[in-house]
């Protein structure tokens, strides 16, 4: 029997897809009819479950699955379907199926007969989902005939081609389920122009008009992060992170953070504390498998960086962290946005060209008792007025994909391109600021591991001039100099293997007027290392 169409095969062909009854009838072109499939009045199609068969049985439950519009997905490595937490229509996360819970939805959507034997002869007879299909259906197989869920929206959705989706449910091209109400988002133009953009910019400006911005450019990167996580879905690549800081609390960080995310998601997002990357990148991978939208660190206290929150920031296809409790990896889409807040944060090492800061001020020395709000109450404001503002913030983008005449943001922000070019542009195409300009103030500042590092290499270059010297020998050195070895890693133990990762990292990259390069010398197998001025640096250098 040849392979039967299923949702992926339309959703990878480009082409375009039936609607849901029509690929349905499809998929069920083959079934017997209805005349040997009896139910019980509910429309609930009988499998007949046959020895040898497990894969046509395990076809005809997906299919059916499908048909009744169960809520089951091909998601992560597995099978997932859609929950709400409060109720129908509210505030959705995607919930990942075990056997039993699985065996529970194919009953309620599938009758299934079994092959008995016994004096009558052999014949059908009632019986249970078998746990063998759904153990089957769980392992995520690429020909299953389930769709694929990618990411959850929590707004009408706008694709990179300015294609506008209101209608809840899946997206089968983009494997995003659209978990709203249907009229909700009513106020939604067809074919928004640029005054309609303009006006969208300045209700977008107004629940944040009781903060104090440091810079002018503030609000608008306030804008920016809204705009970014309501239309997540029109970046296909990275987009950066948003740090909220001050030099004091109480001036409302964690505040627009939430104010943000229940413009687009419509509720507050969890908090977590920093912790190291380890940790980090476990908390990410069950978030991100509830098809959580945001990813808050909220009130950090040590500078901001680490290797898993760069590379949450470098990606948006594959985040290959580790499931809680189990020695077992997830590959999921890492489709949310990160925010960040803290006191006087310090954003370390690479990580100061991936954030978009928005940094707030206050002359009280007790901002929490400040009165004469414009907007007294903003969660009540902001539960109000949720969905006029996430129109706006659509309307933002989907106006300026269509517009003639975008325009070019300058400078633009290394692996954010296309980020930049939607979202940037689009609040500056509708006379806002641009968003980046706040990071005047913390690029102007220095790179506190990049000067640990430069102190580092000026210690090297005078204890060994132009000798070698290998990563034990840096680790001598280090002995010596405590600051500079919690400056570049904090209180974890300091070994050959950690320096030897630190040199790497840094390796030909100029720092403070020197250059660490590897060298072919080796001693027993042990890399060697020398310090240059560029000036004066080997014409060759080892492989890293």
């Not at 009896?38 to 076809?59: C, F, N, Q, Y």
């Not at 059908?124 to 929206?153: C, H, N």
């Not at 910019?201 to 503030?218: H, I, K, R, T, V």
């Not at 409790?325 to 954003?347: D, E, K, P, Q």
Request: net charge negative; glycine share 8%; proline share 6%.
């Amino acid at each position: 029997m040849s392979k039967r169409p299923d949702f992926n095969d339309f959703a990878r062909s480009g082409v375009e897809i039936p609607d849901l009854d029509e690929i349905s009838d499809e998929f069920l072109e083959d079934f017997p009819p209805e005349g040997d499939r009896p139910d019980d009045g509910d429309g609930r199609p009988e499998i007949r479950s046959v020895p040898g068969r497990l894969m046509e049985s395990v076809r005809d439950a997906e299919r059916a699955l499908v048909r009744r519009q169960a809520l089951v997905y091909l998601f992560d490595d597995g099978a997932a379907t859609v929950r709400w937490r409060d109720g129908e229509n509210e505030a959705a996360r995607v919930t990942k199926l075990d056997k039993d819970h699985l065996i529970g939805i194919l009953a309620e959507n599938t009758k299934w007969a079994r092959l008995k034997t016994d004096g009558k002869g052999t014949h059908f007879v009632d019986g249970d989902p078998p746990e063998r299909v759904a153990k089957t259906i769980l392992a995520g197989m690429q020909s299953s005939a389930l769709p694929r869920l990618k990411a959850l929206a929590h707004c009408p959705l706008v694709l990179p081609d300015g294609r506008l989706i209101a209608t809840p449910g899946l997206d089968l091209q983009s494997g995003i389920y659209a978990a709203f109400r249907r009229n909700d988002f009513a106020g939604l133009k067809p074919s928004p122009d640029k005054s309609d953009a303009q006006a969208a910019l300045a209700e977008l400006l107004e629940p944040f008009s009781d903060f104090c911005f440091e810079d002018p450019a503030g609000p608008y990167a306030v804008v920016a992060a809204t705009l970014t996580l309501c239309c997540r879905s029109a970046i296909d690549d990275a987009v950066p992170m948003f740090v909220v800081t001050s030099s004091t609390p109480g001036t409302g960080k964690s505040k627009i953070v939430a104010a943000v995310s229940t413009i687009a998601i419509g509720y507050e997002p969890p908090r977590m504390a920093q912790t190291d990357d380890t940790e980090f990148e476990k908390r990410v991978t069950a978030l991100l498998l509830e098809g959580c939208p945001v990813i808050f660190i909220d009130n950090a206290e040590e500078a901001l960086g680490g290797k898993a929150l760069n590379a949450l920031l470098t990606t948006s296809a594959n985040w290959g962290g580790r499931h809680l409790g189990v020695s077992r990896m997830a590959a999921l889409a890492a489709r949310a946005v990160t925010f960040a807040t803290g006191n006087n944060l310090t954003i370390a090492g690479d990580l100061r060209r991936r954030v978009v800061p928005i940094v707030l001020t206050t002359e009280l020395e007790r901002p929490e008792e400040r009165q004469g709000f414009k907007i007294p109450d903003l969660k009540k404001y902001l539960r109000q007025h949720r969905n006029r503002l996430a129109v706006a913030a659509i309307t933002m983008v989907q106006a300026y994909l269509a517009a003639t005449d975008p325009v070019v943001v300058q400078p633009q922000l290394g692996g954010y391109e296309e980020w930049s070019r939607i979202v940037r542009g689009a609040i500056v195409w509708a006379g806002g600021k641009d968003p980046l300009a706040t990071r005047a103030a913390i690029l102007a500042e220095p790179d506190e591991t990049a000067m640990a590092f430069g102190e580092l290499l000026a210690q090297l270059l005078a204890t060994f001039e132009q000798n070698s010297f290998t990563a034990a020998d840096v680790v001598g050195v280090l002995a010596n100099h405590q600051d500079l070895k919690h400056a570049l890693f904090g209180d974890k133990n300091v070994d050959g293997n950690a320096v030897g990762g630190k040199l790497r990292y840094w390796r030909k990259r100029i720092v403070g007027g020197l250059r660490v390069m590897a060298l072919e010398v080796k001693t027993g197998g042990v890399k060697h290392w020398t310090v240059v001025a560029p000036a004066a640096q080997p014409a060759t250098e080892a492989a890293p």
